[in-house]
């Protein structure tokens, strides 16, 4: 995947996800993942069109806009993706992912900038110092 700034990163799927990735595919082999539901009005780069059916690479704008529909009815909803993205690294740190491993999983380049997103929960902290405790260990 080519990020903002053209880093390129590696995505690793877990079993879930990578279990639908070829129903999502239905056999491509190129363009991108996740298409319009109609094809491309203007001239797009070639890696922003899926050369069997024309359709374009779905815009960030209209896949916040398609999760936001999809999570209206959820408690708390509508989510947002950036919402989404902070709950990912928040459930990591408090999973015990250390600052590299948390910092390659966002793309963020300064532990300020990740500190924003991966804020732990008072229960995740505590649960991570009693796992930590000398003194429970001896017991």
Known sequence: ??????????IVWQTPT???????????????VFLTDRRARVALPPSDVDP????????YRRAAELF?????ELPGGPCTLHQLSHSALTHAAED??????????????SVASLARYARVSP?????????????ARRR
Request: charged share 25%; glycine share 14%; hydrophobic share 35%.
């Open 68 to 72: 936001e529909q999809a999570t209206a």
């Open 96 to 109: 015990g992912a250390n600052t590299s491993t948390l910092l390659a999983y966002s793309g963020h380049t």
């Open 18 to 32: 990578a279990r639908l990735l070829p129903r999502l595919l239905d056999g491509r082999r190129a363009g991108p």
């Open 1 to 10: 995947m080519r990020r903002k700034g053209g880093a390129v990163d590696v």
């Open 52 to 59: 069997g059916s024309g359709r374009a690479r779905l815009s």
């Open 123 to 135: 229960e995740a902290l505590a649960r991570w110092q009693a796992g930590h405790d000398p003194a």
